[in-house]
Every structure is written in structure tokens, then in C-alpha cells.
């Protein structure tokens, strides 16, 4: 038996504090295009279950038609059965634990209770926030059978917590062979006990800088006369998010500033998200322009934005002596009561003024 564990696909989700209007539209609707992909690959991979752990949409932002896609696609494949348990974005209507809609009945909700499914010989369990000893306890699956349940939610590990989140210990020696997380965007997997494990599928596509790595879901094969699961993660996502912390102490020029950042950005495809941050120590003469760089690699990948962190290479007693113009300059800044930081902003701008640059504003 084939299943699907995915979790945080965050539909309608807005995407506009990095990405243009028009980027964050295209981005939204290629949220919607995974999500079938993925259900498509499941179907073409002869699936019986699609287990959403959780955010499937993002909130008050999801729009009604979004949400009716959903439910026409879940009913264009009746042979997979989906359970679908909501995370803390998509609760009420903007999930499906409304009775307003008629819902296909190859949909499954879980409740605020521990509900099981049987799918042949696997038992398919889901509890919105388990939040006290009690819920956890009611938590009784048949050690006979293979036992997968849903949740969402930070793990944790304690004897006597009991609140939002997913207590682990709680959760072992229960008789679990898999334990299909939502909640955390990164793919991982641990151990639970000696008998299961613990997985969070992570989110199917990268929506900003927080969410860089390969993004995807998890494939389930159950053997049943064994009583084994495997996994394998997959990735379909369109675009990734990357971060490259770039030093450029050794940059002397705006040409080899650009060379080294572009070197450094060499992993990503064009159709990705690329965030450089510009480290390293730096003489206050060197002239590291952000601005361009960012301008080039906008011209290569599909987003681009550029931080320059630097620092700047400098000591007060390398001006003491300096009868110049800039000594003046520099040994004033150093002595006035102002944060370090600024104090570095303040040189590093005036001295390529006073080299007759332009230059922007603090």
C-alpha cells in the first residue's frame, strides 16, 4: 500500500513582502499547480491515501474558488482516500470543518477527538490539538495493526506538559509505526520509539527567504504482511529559496564584488529565489554597492535582493596621526556618542564622499 504524507502547502498565501504584485500572483496560483501535481503524482503512483497534516490553506486570505478547486480535485480521484486534519491556519471555514459545503466522500475530517480510519490492515489516526494528559491517553490503537496518526503542531518532549504542540513522550510505546507531522516547513524524520517514527513532510514549495532547502513530501510504502513502512522524500517543487552568506573581505573593486557573489550564487537555477548577504571586513575606501549587485542578479534568477552586512576594517589609531581632511573626519565620528554601527555607516558613507562619490542617505 502507497500513502502520502504532505503538510503546510499555505494556499492563497499573500507573498508580497519580498515578491512584486505581479510575482506574488504568479507564486499564489503556482501554490494551487503544485498542490494538484502532487495529487496527480499520487495518483500516477497508485496511491490509496493522501494525509494532510495541517495548512493546507493560509488563512482568511483563501479564497472561495481556491477552496472549491480543492474539493473538485479530491473528488476527480475517487480511488485515493484523503484525510485531511487542520493546522492553526486553516481552522473553521476556511478549512473543511464547516457543514456548510457538501464534501466528497472520498474526504475525511478529523476532529478535536481521536478519530480512527481503517484502510485494509493500516489505521489511520488524527486529532486537532491533543492538549491535555487525558487526549493523549484516549490514544488506544490495536498493536495488531499498522498505526499512522496525523498531527499538527512543535514537538515536544515532557512528562507533565500538556498544551499546543505534539508531546512525543506522550506519543510513545503507543503502538505508532508512523507519526505524519505538520507544522515545521523543513523536512525531517526522527525515531519515536523502537517501534515508529516521526516525520514532518515539511512545506511543498518555498514562499520566502525563512523557507530556503528543497521542499516537498513524503511517500509512504506500507508493507502490510510485514508490517513495515519506508519513505522517500520527493520533490516537485517549481522554484527554491536560497541564501548565500557571501565574504567579500578580499573584494577591492565593484567587478570582483560581482564575480564573487555571483560564484557564490553558481547553485541556483533562474527560475529560484536568491537572497546574497554580503560579509566580511572591509576598508572604508571599497566601494560595495549593493544596489548593483542586486540589479545583476535580479537579471539572472526570478527574485533577488542583496544585504550588505560587512564590517569595516578600521582603528582609531590609524588616523591619530593623520593630518588630513578625512583624519579630522574619521577621529570626530570615532569620539561622538553614537551607537558603533552607526559610527561604521557614518565613515564608510563620509569617506567615499569626501573621494567625491555619491551617496545615499542614512
Same mark, same amino acid.
Given at each position: 500500500?502507497?500513502?502520502?504524507?504532505?503538510?503546510?502547502?499555505?494556499?492563497?498565501?499573500?507573498?508580497? =513582502?519580498?515578491?512584486?504584485?505581479?510575482?506574488?500572483?504568479?507564486?499564489?496560483?503556482?501554490? *494551487?499547480?503544485?498542490?494538484?501535481?502532487?495529487?496527480?503524482?499520487?495518483?500516477?503512483?497508485?496511491?490509496?491515501?493522501?494525509?494532510?497534516?495541517?495548512?493546507?490553506? &493560509? $488563512?482568511?486570505?483563501?479564497?472561495?474558488?481556491?477552496?472549491?478547486?480543492?474539493?473538485?480535485?479530491?473528488?476527480?480521484?475517487?480511488?485515493?482516500?484523503?484525510?485531511?486534519?487542520?493546522?492553526?491556519?486553516?481552522?473553521?471555514?476556511?478549512?473543511?470543518?464547516?457543514?456548510?459545503?457538501?464534501?466528497?466522500?472520498? *474526504?475525511?475530517?478529523?476532529?478535536?477527538?481521536?478519530?480512527?480510519?481503517?484502510?485494509? =490492515?493500516?489505521?489511520?489516526?488524527?486529532?486537532?490539538?491533543?492538549?491535555?494528559?487525558?487526549?493523549?491517553?484516549?490514544?488506544?490503537?490495536?498493536?495488531?495493526?499498522?498505526?499512522?496518526?496525523?498531527?499538527?503542531?512543535?514537538?515536544?518532549?515532557?512528562?507533565?506538559?500538556?498544551?499546543?504542540?505534539?508531546?512525543?513522550?506522550?506519543?510513545?510505546?503507543? =503502538?505508532?509505526?508512523?507519526?505524519?507531522?505538520?507544522?515545521?516547513?523543513?523536512?525531517?524524520?526522527?525515531?519515536?520509539?523502537?517501534?515508529?517514527?516521526?516525520?514532518?513532510?515539511?512545506?511543498?514549495?518555498?514562499?520566502?527567504?525563512?523557507?530556503?532547502?528543497?521542499?516537498?513530501?513524503?511517500?509512504?510504502?506500507?508493507?502490510?504482511?510485514?508490517?513495515?513502512?519506508?519513505?522517500?522524500?520527493?520533490?516537485?517543487?517549481?522554484?527554491?529559496?536560497?541564501?548565500?552568506?557571501?565574504?567579500?573581505?578580499?573584494?577591492?573593486?565593484?567587478?570582483?564584488?560581482?564575480?564573487?557573489?555571483?560564484?557564490?550564487?553558481?547553485?541556483?537555477?533562474? =527560475?529560484? *529565489?536568491?537572497?546574497?548577504?554580503?560579509? $566580511?571586513?572591509?576598508?572604508?575606501?571599497?566601494?560595495?554597492?549593493?544596489?548593483?549587485?542586486?540589479?545583476?542578479?535580479?537579471?539572472?534568477?526570478?527574485?533577488?535582493?542583496?544585504?550588505?552586512?560587512?564590517?569595516?576594517?578600521?582603528?582609531?589609531? &590609524?588616523?591619530?596621526?593623520?593630518?588630513?581632511?578625512?583624519?579630522?573626519?574619521?577621529?570626530?565620528?570615532?569620539?561622538?556618542?553614537?551607537?558603533?554601527?552607526?559610527?561604521?555607516?557614518?565613515?564608510?558613507?563620509?569617506?567615499?564622499?569626501?573621494?567625491?562619490?555619491?551617496?545615499?542617505?542614512?
Amino acid at each position: 500500500m502507497k500513502l502520502l504524507h504532505c503538510a503546510d502547502i499555505h494556499l492563497d498565501s499573500v507573498m508580497e =513582502s519580498n515578491l512584486s504584485p505581479e510575482q506574488a500572483k504568479e507564486r499564489k496560483r503556482e501554490l *494551487l499547480l503544485g498542490f494538484a501535481d502532487m495529487v496527480r503524482y499520487g495518483a500516477e503512483h497508485d496511491v490509496q491515501a493522501v494525509l494532510i497534516a495541517g495548512d493546507l490553506f &493560509d $488563512g482568511a486570505s483563501c479564497a472561495k474558488r481556491t477552496r472549491s478547486y480543492v474539493l473538485d480535485l479530491m473528488a476527480q480521484y475517487p480511488q485515493i482516500a484523503f484525510y485531511y486534519l487542520s493546522g492553526n491556519h486553516d481552522e473553521g471555514e476556511v478549512g473543511f470543518t464547516d457543514t456548510k459545503t457538501p464534501l466528497p466522500e472520498n *474526504l475525511h475530517v478529523f476532529s478535536d477527538t481521536w478519530q480512527e480510519y481503517k484502510l485494509g =490492515s493500516v489505521s489511520i489516526w488524527g486529532c486537532v490539538d491533543p492538549a491535555s494528559r487525558e487526549s493523549y491517553e484516549a490514544l488506544v490503537p490495536d498493536p495488531e495493526r499498522i498505526n499512522i496518526a496525523v498531527l499538527h503542531g512543535q514537538v515536544y518532549e515532557s512528562d507533565t506538559r500538556f498544551d499546543a504542540g505534539v508531546n512525543l513522550r506522550a506519543l510513545a510505546n503507543r =503502538s505508532l509505526d508512523y507519526l505524519a507531522l505538520g507544522h515545521i516547513h523543513s523536512y525531517s524524520i526522527d525515531r519515536l520509539d523502537a517501534r515508529g517514527i516521526y516525520c514532518y513532510a515539511g512545506c511543498p514549495e518555498g514562499r520566502g527567504f525563512d523557507e530556503c532547502g528543497s521542499k516537498g513530501f513524503v511517500m509512504l510504502d506500507v508493507d502490510e504482511e510485514q508490517k513495515k513502512i519506508s519513505t522517500q522524500f520527493v520533490s516537485l517543487a517549481r522554484r527554491a529559496c536560497h541564501c548565500f552568506a557571501v565574504d567579500v573581505s578580499a573584494c577591492d573593486s565593484l567587478l570582483c564584488l560581482e564575480q564573487t557573489v555571483l560564484d557564490a550564487c553558481a547553485a541556483a537555477a533562474p =527560475s529560484d *529565489l536568491v537572497k546574497a548577504e554580503l560579509v $566580511g571586513f572591509v576598508a572604508p575606501e571599497t566601494c560595495h554597492d549593493a544596489a548593483y549587485v542586486t540589479r545583476v542578479l535580479s537579471e539572472r534568477f526570478y527574485f533577488a535582493k542583496v544585504y550588505d552586512k560587512t564590517k569595516l576594517s578600521i582603528r582609531a589609531e &590609524d588616523y591619530c596621526n593623520d593630518i588630513s581632511l578625512k583624519g579630522e573626519f574619521v577621529r570626530l565620528v570615532l569620539a561622538a556618542k553614537l551607537d558603533e554601527d552607526l559610527k561604521m555607516q557614518v565613515i564608510q558613507k563620509g569617506i567615499r564622499a569626501l573621494g567625491g562619490e555619491e551617496v545615499d542617505a542614512l
